[in-house]
C-alpha cells in the first residue's frame, strides 16, 4: 500500500498557500509523471484567452484524465508545477492547489513566465503523482 507524508517543517517559512514543502513516498508500485496541461479541448481547440476561471477548469480536467490513464488522481499527487503568463494571475493559481488538492497539498512550484507554447495560454500544469 502507498503511503504518502505531507511535510511542512516548523522551521521553514509557512507555505503561500496549499501545499507541502515536503511530500515523501512508501510502498509506491508506480509513478506517474503528467505533461503539463493546457486550456485545449479533444479536438485541439484552444480556449480564448479572456477566461483564467475556464482555462483553469479545463486545465484540471485534463490533469484529471491524465493522471486517471495512469491509474491515479488528485490525491496521489506529490509535485505540481503551475506556470503563469501573468503575475495578477498568481492567486488565482493558488486557489488551484486548495480547490483541487484540498487535503492532500502535493509539493509545488509556481512560476510566472513571459509566454506558453500559445499565446492563448494563461496557464499550465504539470505534475507527478505516486501509487
Not at 485545449?40 to 483564467?52: E, K
Not at 486517471?68 to 488522481?73: D, F, N, Q, V
Not at 503568463?85 to 510566472?112: E, Q, Y
Amino acid at each position: 500500500m502507498t503511503r504518502i507524508t505531507r511535510t511542512c517543517p516548523p522551521d521553514i517559512h509557512a507555505p503561500f498557500s496549499n501545499y507541502s514543502h515536503s511530500v515523501s513516498v512508501e510502498g509506491a508500485t508506480r509513478l506517474v509523471f503528467c505533461a503539463g496541461q493546457v486550456a485545449a479541448d479533444p479536438s485541439g481547440t484552444v480556449l480564448p484567452p479572456d477566461d483564467f476561471a475556464a482555462q483553469t477548469e479545463m486545465v484540471m480536467t485534463n490533469l484529471g484524465k491524465a493522471l486517471a490513464a495512469g491509474g491515479a488522481t488528485f490525491a496521489d499527487v506529490t509535485k505540481v508545477t503551475i506556470y503563469v503568463c501573468n503575475p495578477h494571475d498568481v492567486p488565482k493559481a493558488r486557489a488551484i492547489l486548495r480547490d483541487w488538492f484540498g487535503d492532500s497539498p502535493p509539493a509545488s512550484t509556481l512560476c510566472v513566465l513571459r509566454g506558453l507554447a500559445n499565446p492563448n495560454f494563461l496557464l499550465e500544469v504539470e505534475a507527478i503523482a505516486a501509487v
